[in-house]
């Protein structure tokens, strides 16, 4: 919500298509996409890997999850350098986060649009200044 209040206030031309295209829809879905779908299996295969502790059967879950949403999201992604409209948008900021995390899973390669995906978003100068100023706060 924080994301598309300061796009839609600040720079709507710049990272989001106009509210009136068929465009838009898609860049909703993504932008939200995100924080609903996507993140609830790498959450869980998260807590089960700080945890330690064998489970009945979350960590199979959360592999199954994890599988078929980065399988929707790489599909999503053939072809495409960006998720909506051919250009950066909230949706790819809100995504950087899940390719990070995967990436950090070690997992990224398993998706070949999305590896590319990822290379895309870092090719960004922003993204490079991102990074330093969260290893400068961490």
Not at 40 to 61: C, E, I, Q, R, S
Not at 98 to 110: A, C, M, N
């Given at each position: 919500?924080?994301?598309?209040?300061?796009?839609?206030?600040y720079?709507?031309?710049?990272?989001?298509?106009?509210?009136?295209?068929?465009?838009y829809v898609e860049?909703?879905q993504?932008?939200?996409f995100?924080?609903?779908s996507?993140a609830?299996?790498?959450?869980?295969?998260t807590?089960?890997?700080?945890d330690?502790?064998?489970t009945?059967?979350?960590?199979?879950?959360?592999?199954?999850?994890?599988?078929?949403?980065?399988?929707y999201?790489?599909?999503s992604l053939?072809?495409?350098?960006?998720l909506?409209?051919d250009?950066?948008?909230?949706?790819d900021?809100?995504m950087?986060?899940?390719?990070?995390?995967?990436?950090?899973?070690?997992?990224?390669?398993?998706?070949p649009?999305?590896?590319r995906?990822?290379?895309?978003?870092?090719?960004?100068?922003?993204w490079?200044?991102?990074?330093a100023?969260?290893?400068?706060?961490?």
């Amino acid at each position: 919500a924080i994301t598309e209040y300061l796009i839609s206030k600040y720079a709507p031309q710049k990272f989001a298509p106009s509210q009136d295209s068929d465009e838009y829809v898609e860049y909703l879905q993504w932008l939200h996409f995100a924080e609903s779908s996507a993140a609830l299996p790498l959450l869980l295969k998260t807590f089960v890997a700080k945890d330690g502790a064998p489970t009945n059967f979350l960590a199979d879950y959360a592999e199954v999850e994890l599988h078929k949403v980065m399988s929707y999201v790489d599909q999503s992604l053939d072809g495409k350098r960006y998720l909506v409209a051919d250009k950066l948008t909230g949706a790819d900021f809100m995504m950087s986060f899940i390719v990070e995390i995967l990436s950090k899973f070690g997992l990224v390669d398993r998706y070949p649009n999305i590896a590319r995906y990822a290379q895309q978003l870092e090719s960004h100068d922003s993204w490079h200044a991102a990074q330093a100023l969260e290893a400068q706060h961490s």
